[in-house]
C-alpha cells in the first residue's frame, strides 16, 4: 500500500494516473481505477465491487470475492480521492490486501489511510527559482512551475512568451501559488485576458 498524499490540486491524481500507465505491464490482472470523489461512503463497497467486476448478488465477502478473482495474479489498485471517505475506505483496503497477497494498492487523499505497512508519499511542489533571485530566462524556464505556466498560458494564448520582462512575474506567481499545479494552472487561463502583471497583482484580491 502506497498513499500519495498532498492538498487539493497538488497533482496526485495525474501522478496516480501516470504510475498506472507506466506499470500496466508489471501486474498480469490488470491496473483498475476507483474514483471516489463524487461518491459518498455508502457507494464505496460497490465501487470495488464493480471495478473487479464482482455482482451484488454475489454471496461471498468482497475481500474473499477479490483473491479469487485475482487467482494469484498481480494486481494494482488505485483508489483516487480518498479522504472524504477515509473511515470507509481505509478497512476496506486493509481487508482486501489482508486476504489477496498478489494485490498492491496505490491511494490518493490528502490524509493517510493509517494502516499497517502504509508506505506514504507527499506528492512535492513544482520546483521553483529562489525569490527574487536574478536569473536567466533560459534556466527560468527549465523549472517545472515556470514551465507548466507557460504551457498553460501557451494554450490560452498561443503567442504568449517568456521574456525577461515578464519572467519574474511569471515566477512570482508561481511561488505565491506554491508551486501546486491546479493553482498555476487555472492563473495560466487567465492569461487570455490579462497579462503577467495584472494575474500577480490580482491574487492581493480575496
Same mark, same amino acid.
Given at each position: 500500500?502506497?498513499?500519495?498524499?498532498?492538498?487539493?490540486?497538488?497533482?496526485?491524481?495525474?501522478?496516480?494516473?501516470?504510475?498506472?500507465?507506466?506499470?500496466?505491464?508489471?501486474?498480469?490482472?490488470?491496473?483498475?481505477?476507483?474514483?471516489?470523489?463524487?461518491?459518498? @461512503? %455508502?457507494?464505496?463497497?460497490?465501487?470495488?465491487?464493480?471495478?473487479?467486476?464482482?455482482?451484488? @448478488? @454475489?454471496?461471498?465477502?468482497?475481500?474473499?470475492?477479490?483473491?479469487?478473482?485475482? %487467482?494469484?495474479?498481480?494486481?494494482?489498485?488505485?483508489?483516487?480521492?480518498?479522504?472524504?471517505?477515509?473511515?470507509? *475506505?481505509?478497512?476496506?483496503? %486493509?481487508?482486501?490486501?489482508?486476504?489477496?497477497?498478489?494485490?498492491?494498492?496505490?491511494?490518493?487523499?490528502?490524509?493517510?489511510?493509517?494502516?499497517?505497512?502504509?508506505?506514504?508519499?507527499? *506528492?512535492?511542489?513544482?520546483?521553483?527559482?529562489?525569490?527574487?533571485?536574478?536569473?536567466?530566462?533560459?534556466?527560468?524556464?527549465?523549472?517545472?512551475?515556470?514551465?507548466?505556466?507557460?504551457?498553460?498560458?501557451?494554450? @490560452?494564448?498561443?503567442?504568449?512568451?517568456?521574456?525577461?520582462?515578464?519572467?519574474?512575474? *511569471?515566477?512570482?506567481?508561481?511561488?505565491?501559488?506554491?508551486?501546486?499545479?491546479?493553482?498555476?494552472?487555472?492563473?495560466?487561463?487567465?492569461?487570455?485576458?490579462?497579462?503577467?502583471?495584472?494575474?500577480?497583482?490580482?491574487? %492581493?484580491?480575496?
Amino acid at each position: 500500500l502506497v498513499t500519495a498524499t498532498g492538498a487539493g490540486g497538488a497533482g496526485k491524481t495525474r501522478l496516480a494516473q501516470q504510475v498506472g500507465a507506466e506499470l500496466i505491464d508489471r501486474f498480469p490482472a490488470g491496473v483498475w481505477w476507483i474514483e471516489l470523489a463524487p461518491l459518498d @461512503a %455508502d457507494a464505496v463497497g460497490s465501487a470495488i465491487r464493480a471495478a473487479f467486476g464482482i455482482s451484488e @448478488a @454475489a454471496q461471498v465477502a468482497l475481500a474473499e470475492a477479490v483473491r479469487r478473482k485475482l %487467482d494469484d495474479r498481480p494486481c494494482l489498485l488505485i483508489v483516487d480521492n480518498c479522504e472524504h471517505v477515509i473511515d470507509v *475506505v481505509a478497512p476496506l483496503v %486493509d481487508e482486501l490486501l489482508r486476504a489477496a497477497p498478489t494485490l498492491s494498492v496505490l491511494a490518493t487523499s490528502r490524509v493517510m489511510l493509517d494502516l499497517p505497512g502504509e508506505h506514504a508519499w507527499r *506528492v512535492p511542489a513544482l520546483s521553483l527559482p529562489e525569490p527574487g533571485a536574478a536569473i536567466s530566462i533560459e534556466a527560468l524556464s527549465q523549472f517545472d512551475a515556470v514551465r507548466l505556466f507557460c504551457d498553460r498560458a501557451r494554450r @490560452a494564448r498561443p503567442n504568449f512568451e517568456l521574456t525577461t520582462d515578464n519572467g519574474p512575474v *511569471v515566477a512570482e506567481i508561481c511561488h505565491r501559488l506554491g508551486g501546486i499545479p491546479l493553482a498555476i494552472e487555472l492563473a495560466a487561463a487567465r492569461v487570455r485576458m490579462l497579462d503577467p502583471r495584472r494575474i500577480l497583482d490580482g491574487l %492581493d484580491d480575496a
